[in-house]
């Protein structure tokens, strides 16, 4: 089995390599269009900035690749917000696998809602089959400032003072918003039914 | 709903564990690594790993360090010590670092907030800021707390948070190894009012510590290291405390 890890401008992607490889994956790093398309699992990673992330995808024709692929793909953080149609960080058009929208986090009171969101929340309305044995209300690892509203495709469920999509998935995209590479056992969990498809 | 945090804080010296009470008086406390993960098991919910090496091989032996550390902890983690520049950040980040924590550099260098947190994003940008009580007001300490600036630790982090810090490790001085509970005044100023988490440190002694500086000081998370070190207090058993109190933790 060969599982690639997309390479493009945006960071976390040596964590993601190393959770592989706990779990006894090797994750091959490549932008190589060849390589990804003829991958049994690809992980699109991220985290950073929407509109220099789909900027730097698009100038490589990756939206277009990873928009077509057919196998398991797993999106992470920014890698999930780029799958969705369309994101308020910057105005950014994204790949559009997932019919829904990516909105700032917006505090009803000032400073009450600290913006990035930072630390662990709970995940529930759990229904794919990477959360085969993770428990409702498992807490996942968070760190961000825009999200996936909720949509036909949520699959999981967090709440920052609204309800959001924690993950989302149709067909072959499975994306979290979480980093699951960052998660302990629950997120190696997530990982590995993933890698198991 | 989002859970406060517990986070040991390892100082590391040429690859080893050591914890300075006051900032003095260095005892050695393990291996880095295999401490990281224990603490990982037990249900930390992040580690700081603060370098405070100063040798020229510094960089490389902490790129490394960092590197081993990432491949074995499967929770964040935060760096610091001695970063003074973008290209030390980008090395650190590389290599599995998750944050990076500045101080001494940043109060020098302000505008290196700036652009570290266009370069690499605010959510992995720590400011960390030692700050003691002296003459009716907290102001801020350079150099692990040996020079003294006249400027208040609230108007830096306020600085620091519009310059695009993503959050704010304080450490109290004056409660720093003393054990009696963490600085909740100057905690709670800056929780309540600046809009990036707040990790509180310096105080820590027994459990009850905790609870106080999660509820009255609303910190987003707390930081302590030689009572992790020691056993005094152990993880499991403080996430149970604070969860029979009302406090929302993760487990």
């Given at each position: 089995m060969k599982t690639v890890i997309i390479k493009y401008n945006a960071g976390n992607i040596r964590s993601v390599q190393f959770a592989l490889e706990r779990l006894g994956v090797n994750g091959t790093v490549t932008d190589d269009h060849e390589e990804i398309m003829a991958a049994d699992k690809v992980i699109f990673p991220g985290v950073g900035e929407a509109s220099t992330a789909m900027q730097y995808l698009k100038e490589r024709k990756l939206d277009k690749v990873i928009g077509g692929l057919k196998q398991p793909v797993l999106g992470i953080c920014l890698g999930m917000q780029l799958l969705c149609?369309?994101?308020?960080e910057n105005n950014t058009d994204c790949i559009?696998?997932?019919d829904v929208n990516v909105k700032r986090f917006q505090s009803?009171?000032?400073?009450?809602?600290?913006?990035?969101?930072i630390g662990w929340n709970n995940i529930t309305g759990l229904h794919s089959?990477?959360?085969?044995?993770v428990p409702e209300n498992a807490y996942m690892y968070f760190v961000h400032s825009y999200y996936a509203a909720l949509g036909a495709d949520t699959v999981a469920i967090t709440n920052y003072v609204i309800n959001y999509s924690a993950a989302l998935q149709k067909n072959n995209f499975y994306a979290v918003q979480f980093h699951p590479e960052k998660s302990a056992e629950a997120g190696a969990r997530i990982i590995e039914n993933f890698l198991n498809l | 709903m989002l859970t406060k945090r517990i986070i040991p804080c390892l100082d590391i010296k040429d690859g080893r564990t050591v914890k300075g009470v006051n900032f003095e008086n260095i005892r050695d406390a393990g291996d880095p690594i295999e401490l990281g993960a224990l603490y990982a098991r037990q249900g930390a919910d992040e580690l700081v790993f603060l370098d405070i090496t100063a040798t020229n091989e510094r960089r490389k032996t902490l790129a490394e360090l960092v590197t081993r550390i990432a491949r074995h902890v499967n929770i964040p983690f935060t760096v610091g010590g001695g970063i003074s520049s973008v290209e030390d950040v980008n090395v650190l980040l590389q290599s599995g670092a998750d944050k990076i924590s500045v101080n001494t550099s940043a109060f020098k260098e302000p505008a290196l907030v700036d652009r570290l947190a266009r370069e690499f994003?605010?959510?992995?940008i720590v400011l960390a800021i030692d700050t003691r009580f002296e003459d009716g007001d907290w102001y801020v300490y350079l150099n692990g707390g040996r020079v003294k600036t006249d400027v208040k630790a609230f108007d830096w982090a306020k600085e620091a948070v519009n310059r695009g810090a993503g959050e704010i490790l304080l450490t109290s001085m004056n409660n720093?190894?003393?054990?009696?509970?963490?600085?909740l005044d100057i905690t709670g100023q800056l929780s309540q009012n600046l809009n990036v988490p707040v990790i509180a440190s310096g105080g820590?002694?027994?459990?009850e510590h905790f609870v106080d500086v999660f509820?009255?000081?609303?910190?987003d998370a707390a930081l302590a290291a030689s009572i992790f070190h020691y056993k005094e207090i152990e993880i499991p058993a403080l996430k149970t405390f604070l969860y029979n109190k009302g406090v929302n933790v993760r487990f």
């Amino acid at each position: 089995m060969k599982t690639v890890i997309i390479k493009y401008n945006a960071g976390n992607i040596r964590s993601v390599q190393f959770a592989l490889e706990r779990l006894g994956v090797n994750g091959t790093v490549t932008d190589d269009h060849e390589e990804i398309m003829a991958a049994d699992k690809v992980i699109f990673p991220g985290v950073g900035e929407a509109s220099t992330a789909m900027q730097y995808l698009k100038e490589r024709k990756l939206d277009k690749v990873i928009g077509g692929l057919k196998q398991p793909v797993l999106g992470i953080c920014l890698g999930m917000q780029l799958l969705c149609r369309h994101s308020e960080e910057n105005n950014t058009d994204c790949i559009g696998v997932f019919d829904v929208n990516v909105k700032r986090f917006q505090s009803p009171v000032e400073n009450l809602l600290k913006i990035p969101q930072i630390g662990w929340n709970n995940i529930t309305g759990l229904h794919s089959v990477v959360f085969e044995h993770v428990p409702e209300n498992a807490y996942m690892y968070f760190v961000h400032s825009y999200y996936a509203a909720l949509g036909a495709d949520t699959v999981a469920i967090t709440n920052y003072v609204i309800n959001y999509s924690a993950a989302l998935q149709k067909n072959n995209f499975y994306a979290v918003q979480f980093h699951p590479e960052k998660s302990a056992e629950a997120g190696a969990r997530i990982i590995e039914n993933f890698l198991n498809l | 709903m989002l859970t406060k945090r517990i986070i040991p804080c390892l100082d590391i010296k040429d690859g080893r564990t050591v914890k300075g009470v006051n900032f003095e008086n260095i005892r050695d406390a393990g291996d880095p690594i295999e401490l990281g993960a224990l603490y990982a098991r037990q249900g930390a919910d992040e580690l700081v790993f603060l370098d405070i090496t100063a040798t020229n091989e510094r960089r490389k032996t902490l790129a490394e360090l960092v590197t081993r550390i990432a491949r074995h902890v499967n929770i964040p983690f935060t760096v610091g010590g001695g970063i003074s520049s973008v290209e030390d950040v980008n090395v650190l980040l590389q290599s599995g670092a998750d944050k990076i924590s500045v101080n001494t550099s940043a109060f020098k260098e302000p505008a290196l907030v700036d652009r570290l947190a266009r370069e690499f994003g605010s959510q992995c940008i720590v400011l960390a800021i030692d700050t003691r009580f002296e003459d009716g007001d907290w102001y801020v300490y350079l150099n692990g707390g040996r020079v003294k600036t006249d400027v208040k630790a609230f108007d830096w982090a306020k600085e620091a948070v519009n310059r695009g810090a993503g959050e704010i490790l304080l450490t109290s001085m004056n409660n720093d190894g003393t054990k009696k509970g963490f600085a909740l005044d100057i905690t709670g100023q800056l929780s309540q009012n600046l809009n990036v988490p707040v990790i509180a440190s310096g105080g820590a002694g027994n459990m009850e510590h905790f609870v106080d500086v999660f509820g009255n000081a609303q910190a987003d998370a707390a930081l302590a290291a030689s009572i992790f070190h020691y056993k005094e207090i152990e993880i499991p058993a403080l996430k149970t405390f604070l969860y029979n109190k009302g406090v929302n933790v993760r487990f």
